[in-house]
């Protein structure tokens, strides 16, 4: 590959798949509509995809523990097919509603603590939940503890801009921390 001799040539000992300025195929996409784990249905959705790397969810509630379970296999085959090199952050948008039982609370922070890959945890996480959302004021204290038991950095935004500036801003500093190692 052309673009991986040049970087390589020119001192990069580390690349990135956003250094190689790979099209964004926003096409690649996976559901939770494409999985069921239990013998009960899901209630709600996610889709996700990769946009530069941000990992992008874009979760339409209510949703219940299925819906978790479902995501956890999604997201696995997800970040197994899209393969992506160096540090990225996730960012979740929760549109209609952001309400789950206490039972689907528990399966998602089971779902972020289980043991992972390097390559398959982000650095970081934010979730947007725009004014109007049912639930959400309810919804993001719940997350954001969460995120904290794990360990992982969250934050909590109403609109998308701010999320990604936040996450790139994230990004960015640990690409210069690799590659000042490196």
């Known amino acids: 590959m052309a673009g991986i001799d040049f970087l390589l040539k020119h001192g990069k000992s580390k690349i990135f798949s ?9 096409n690649f996409r ?3 509509d494409e999985v069921t784990p239990s013998m009960f249905a899901a209630h709600g959705r996610v889709e996700m995809f990769f946009e530069g790397d941000i990992l992008q969810y874009e979760a339409c509630g209510p949703f219940n523990k299925e ?8 997201q696995l085959d997800f970040l197994k097919t899209a393969n992506h090199q160096g540090p990225w952050a996730s960012i979740c948008l929760v549109q209609r509603s952001g309400l789950t039982s206490p ?14 890959p390097d390559q398959f945890t982000p650095l970081a996480t ?5 004014p109007g959302v049912e639930g959400g004021s309810l919804m993001l204290p ?3 503890a969460i995120f904290a038991r794990v360990g992982r950095p969250f934050k909590g935004f109403d609109n998308m801009s701010s999320a990604k500036d936040w996450a790139n ?3 960015d500093a640990e690409k210069t921390r690799i590659l000042s190692k490196a």
Do not use: N
């Open 67 to 74: 819906l978790f379970e479902s995501l956890a296999v999604a």
């Open 30 to 32: 996976k559901s939770t």
């Open 103 to 116: 039972e689907g609370f528990l399966c998602y922070e089971e779902m972020i603590r289980a043991p992972k």
């Open 169 to 171: 801003s994230l990004i």
């Open 126 to 130: 934010a979730f947007v939940v725009p």
């Open 18 to 26: 956003s250094d190689l300025h790979m099209s964004i195929d926003r």
């Open 142 to 144: 719940r997350v954001t």
